[in-house]
């Protein structure tokens, strides 16, 4: 059998004796009559195609005769001076009537409905009480104001203050007073615009977000181009700096800053000028300042190298080792009110901020100087080793030197401090738990940085400014928490302390917001 693709199986007989002749006569008979059927079959096929053939030509002819059917005639519109169809007419009336409809009624409903201005959202407890604080240093602000300073009710205040001075181009004005008096001490008002600073730095786009970044960074630049008032700025080798502005005696009676509390834009009377030729604490903490605000302006490329210059003119004048005495030491209009116990803290504070800026190395050697960890007590966990405040910057300057292995890990030869003092931040965060039971705690949950002591807030804002930035810093690198011996403390415990310290001083920011911003 053989397989044929169009038709199946086509079977082939065959015998053994060959074909018969009977065969024969019938396969010829049966061409014969297939031959027949052929010729028949094609003659009725040329009939039907002469048939059809006529069918069409018939049909063509008749399509001739006939021509093509008649078109009805378009009706007009005669508009005088132009004639258009009355179908178009239509569409275009009605086009008009809904481009009304869409474009200019609703045009006109928005202009004729009365309008209801919607209430400003409701500013957060911490926005609001940002902004206070920021307002306080406008509040404080010397010298002659802008129109923009926001304290409708201060005005330009000690414009006289260092004009007897020969060598301060404008004398001394600008600056900052001190919270309660017309005082302007150089030491704490140095460390408020290095800690404004470090703020901006890691939180930028907070500041911008909230819409504050322009405010403070003009706050900083005030307080910047102050300081760069008390020093010759312009040198690179300076022998004194300008420490304080104002000032008072304890239990005098002539007119100074205690005697007479008054506004400043009232004073009248003689507003010293005290000086420092050794200031090994103050010039490193101006120094610290600078840097940290010459990052701040670093889009200010020529304020910023100014900053910078400043910085490390002030910080080699710290550093002289034949002038190592405290800037207040015998001072009576200082040493009262902002004395400074050590200067070796500062050092350390001031050589990590200046290698943040400079990306020099002798700065960050100077920081990691196993010499100088000693000299600032930083190994020796001691409570109040612990708290930062405008005296001691040691937990500050740790936990900026811990920044540095997190984040830029320079190794060897500085890893050794730089890992102690990673370990020694850790261990002040625990300090700052109450479960450690390192510090005391008021009723309320208040932690108790300074023993009871008075004005303890500043200590509080201080401590959750560092557990924020610690939190922070280690949520960026993926690591959940940290140990406190064998205890592990996840990073929420840390900013559940952080944000109840803010808010539990603070408690009348809630209550101010209702009242100004309550609809009743």
Known sequence: MYSNHW????????????????????????????????NQLQRYDNYDRSTQSSRNLDETQQSWLLGPPEKKKKKYVDLGCIICSRK?????LIGIIVAFAVIALPTIVVKVWPKHKSQPSLPDNYTFALHKVLMFFDAQKSGKLPKTNGIPWRGDSGLQDGSKLTD????????????GDNIKFHYPMSFAMTMLSWSVIEYEHKYRALGEYEHITDIIKWGTDYLLRTFNSSATKIDK?????????NNSRKPDDHYCWQRPEDMNYERPVQTATSAPDLAAEMAAALAAASIVFRDNKQYSRKLVKGAETLFDFARDLGKRTSYCRGNPYIEPFYNSTNYF???????????YATGNKTYISLATNPVLSKNTNARFMTPDLSVLSWDNKVPAAMLLLTRMRIFLNPGYPYEEMLSSYHNITGLTMCSYLQRFQVFNFTKGGLIQLNHGRGQPLQYVANAAFLASLFVDYLNATGVPGWYCGPFFITLDKLRSFATFQVCTPIPFVCLIQQKLFSKN
């Open 241 to 249: 700096v300008y420490s304080q502005v104002g000032g008072a005696l």
């Open 88 to 92: 178009a007419l239509k569409y275009t």
């Open 168 to 179: 301060v181009k404008g004398g001394l004005v600008g600056g900052y007073y001190d919270a």
């Open 7 to 38: 038709g199946g199986a086509l079977e082939i007989a065959t015998t053994t004796g060959g074909e018969s002749t009977t065969d024969d006569d019938n396969r010829s008979r049966n061409f014969d009559l297939d031959r027949a059927s052929v």
């Open 345 to 355: 803290d500062e050092h350390m504070w001031g050589s990590a901020w200046l290698y």
